[in-house]
Each structure stands twice: as C-alpha cells, then as structure tokens.
C-alpha cells in the first residue's frame, strides 16, 4: 500500500536587532497545515519559534501571565547594510543545534512549505531554506506569507526556494501540488488553522475576517488582502476558539484582525455571543488594534462579559490634517468616545492603550507630544512606534521622494528598530524623547489610583 505523502512546514527564525513575542502565531501556515491534514498528508511543523520546546528550560527565558516573552537571542553578524546600527543583531529562537537535531529526526518529506513573517527578518528565512536544502536535497521548498508577498521578486531572486507564492496559499497552492503530482484528493478548504500542529504556546491567535475596508496611506493591508475586508463565517470563527479553549486548553487568544470591529453587530458580536452561549471562557487581546469609530456601549460591554483583556486601539495621531491625509481611519473625538465606552464597560486604564505612529511625512514632534498627552489625558497607556515605510505603500513613495529610502533599498532597511535617517521628519533624539515621554506617562498612570477606573 502507498503510503501517505508527507509535508514539513517551517517556521523559520526572525532575525532582527530585538523581537518580542506578542501572541503572534504562524497561522497561515497552520491553516495549510489543516488543507494537507484533509488530504490525508502526515504534516509535521519545525518551528523555529517554539518558545516552549524542552531544550530551552536551561535558558529560563520568562514570559507574562498572557503567553508573551522574550526569545532566545543568538547574536550573529549584522549584514552590511545596517552595519552602521550601534546594536548587537541576533537570530531569535531555538538554537542551531536544536533544530539541526529536528530535522535529523524528521523523515523525508515530499514537499516543505515555509512562512515568512516581517519583510526585513528575511535573513531567518533565507538561512532555514538553506538548512533544509541540505537536509533534504531535491525536495521542493515553498515559500509564502508576508515577506513573500510584499517583496516576491526579492524572494524569487535570493530565498533560495524552488517556488515563491505571494498572496493567499488557496489561490495558488492547491495548483502548485497538482502541478507536482502532489493533490491526492480535491481537499475543501479548511475552516481554521491546525493549531494543535504547534506546541501549546499558552495562546492562539485567531483572526475573524481578513483584509481592511480603509486604506490608510502607511499600512501594508491591501497589499496582503486585496480584496479588502471578507469576514469568515461565524461559526467557523466560535468553532475555532472552542477548539482552541475546550480541546487544546489554551487560555489566551489573540485576535489579530485588520478590521475586528467593522461591522461588529453582524459579526464580532454574535461571535462573542456565541463563546459565551457555549460557556467558554477564555481571555482576548487585540494587539493589532483595534477602530475606535467602530466601539459602542453595548460592544463594550460584551467585550468585558466575554474576557477581553489587552485592548489597543490605532490611534497614530491627534492631528486631524494628518488623519485626513493618512486615510481618516479615526479622529481624537472618536477616539475619546471609545475610550469612554471601555471605561463604562469596567475596562480600566491599564487594559487601553492607544497605538501612536511618529515619523509620518508631514509629522512634527509637538503633534506626537500632543498626541501623547492627550491619550495620557483620558487616562489610558500611550506606544509609540517608530514610523518604518512598507514597499509598495503611499507613504514608501512619500519617503522615496522626499530621498529618505531608495526605490530599490534592501528589505532590512524597512526595520522599525533602525533610526531615523538625515532628514526624516523627527530626529533620533525628538524619537526618543517621545517613546520616555509616552513611557512616563505610563508609569504615572500606573501608579496612579485613578488607572484602575
Ligand atoms: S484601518 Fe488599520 S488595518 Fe485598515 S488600512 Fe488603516 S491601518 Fe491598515
């Protein structure tokens, strides 16, 4: 009798100066791993990642009550482009010889298929590629997820795989096997991500829809999910988090939605009712962020009776001119009306935070201050990140234009972590002094008595 074929799907290592695992999980690449699972394939995961695998309990690497925590560091020459980065760059998570080992006891597998995550963690990816190569001469290696779509003809030229897929997997994965001889069986597509092909973590994370009805000039969301924003069917979505919560007993899930409020009566909503109806208790976060204009009384207060826990809301600016000119996602005064929902809900000071973008074109550092202050004046957590340029975004040709990235600027100049180049609209320094500010004011939050309301 033939045996089943086999699939390995990697996860491969990020390379960065820092990382810091906020709940993200390669669900893309699970969710292939449920469409080869129906086909009948065995379907085994590498998972560079795996912050819980056994050989990593000598490091004693801490994580949070919710799942988060840092990697494990590996320092590792920094490539010459960001060479001039006062900061020690690192392949984060399991050691070589730990996944070296792995994949000595893996058997053979017919096709490898490899995610990608941040355009400029390629390196992680590329090295993976090349250790799969020589463990497994002649198996094709795919290669998807974002660095794949957002940078394909990097990918195609240097990754080292046999095939580079931009985009969803189910618009041209299922043509790729059959090309290979490799579709057993037409498979339906799966409902959700084979989670439990991942060591539990603690947390999941879960994504209801996909894609963004907005098009905000900075974001890479459109590039990723043209068609806009497609929500997945509700039960699929309660299904998912009752296999989560009830078979895989993981207490945390992340949603990580473009759009988790948009059109929230119809959908996150009767999600929420529907966990709660099958007495399911879990915790939620929204590290994406979510939309302050789609919050109401009643949404918050189901949020609160359905375990939310985390809850960021993308604010970016306080400026109007700059809201309008980025995409007009929100306003301060929407803002503040959701603020005011949460805290009516029970959700305190600690539990919101607003998301804050500095180095916008245009941006000067009295708007981030402003912004600051004003988040910090309703009483809620400020973050600051680094505004970066994606490929293929507005606000990447804004930069090109303005001579502050070249049309053709290696991915790993697109880190957030590296600083401001000449020229940009805040230095180095007014960055700082914003990121301290929103830190201090944080703290002074914290300790203040009036952050728990
Ligand atoms: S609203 Fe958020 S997800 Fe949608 S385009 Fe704007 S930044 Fe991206």
Not at 22 to 28: A, I, K, V
Not at 131 to 149: C, D, E
Not at 371 to 395: C, D, K, Y
């Amino acid at each position: 009798m033939k045996r089943s074929w086999r699939a390995l799907l990697v996860n491969p290592w990020i390379y960065d100066f820092a990382a810091y695992n906020l709940w993200s999980e390669p669900t893309g690449l699970l969710e292939v791993g449920a469409y080869l699972l129906g086909m009948g394939y065995e379907v085994s995961l590498l998972d560079c990642l795996d912050r819980r695998h056994p050989d990593l309990r000598a490091y004693r690497i801490r994580e949070d009550r919710f799942g988060c925590g840092h990697f494990l560091k590996t320092v590792v020459p920094k490539p010459d482009c960001v060479g001039h980065v006062p900061r020690r760059f690192g392949r984060y998570g399991l050691p070589l010889d730990t996944v070296r080992r792995e994949l000595a006891a893996t058997p053979p597998p017919d096709i490898i298929l490899v995610t990608s995550g941040m355009t400029y963690w390629y390196p992680g990816v590329h090295f993976a590629i090349a250790l799969l190569r020589q463990s497994f001469p002649g198996v094709p290696v795919v290669l998807g997820g974002i660095y794949a779509t957002l940078c394909a003809d990097h990918a195609r030229r240097h990754s080292g795989a046999d095939y580079v897929l931009p985009g969803d997997w189910k618009a041209t994965l299922p043509a790729l096997l059959a090309g290979l001889n490799l579709r057993p069986s037409d498979a339906p597509m799966p409902r959700y991500p084979a989670h439990h092909l991942r060591r539990n973590q603690g947390f999941a994370a879960v994504t209801t829809s996909r894609g963004c009805p907005y098009r905000c000039t900075y974001c890479a969301s459109r590039l990723l999910n043209p068609a806009g924003y497609v929500p997945r069917p509700v039960d699929d979505v309660v299904g998912e988090i009752a296999y989560i919560v009830q078979d895989l007993q993981i207490p945390d899930i992340a949603f990580y939605d473009d759009a988790l409020l948009v059109h929230s009566a119809e959908h996150l909503e009767r999600i929420l009712d529907g966990i709660m109806a099958r007495g399911i208790r879990c915790r939620f976060h929204t590290p994406n962020g979510i939309h302050a204009r789609g919050m109401t009384e009643a949404l918050a207060h189901t949020m609160k009776q359905a375990g939310f826990e985390t809850i960021r809301i993308g604010l970016e600016t306080v400026s109007e001119a700059t809201l309008q000119a980025t995409g007009a996602k929100t306003s301060a005064d929407e803002f503040a009306r959701a603020v005011g929902c949460l805290k009516r809900a029970g959700f305190t000071g600690r539990q919101v935070g607003a998301y804050i973008l500095a180095g916008l074109v245009g941006q000067t550092f009295r708007e981030v201050m402003d912004t600051i202050a004003f988040v910090h004046s309703l009483g809620v957590t400020a973050h600051v990140s680094r505004f970066a340029p994606i490929q293929g975004t507005v606000e990447w040709e804004r930069w090109v234009r303005a001579g502050l990235i070249a049309p053709d600027a290696d991915p790993l100049l697109q880190n957030h972590v590296l600083p401001f180049p000449p020229g940009a609209p805040l230095t180095e320094a007014e960055y700082q002094a914003a990121v301290l500010a929103a830190r201090e004011g944080n703290a002074r939050l914290r300790a203040h008595s009036d952050v728990s309301k």
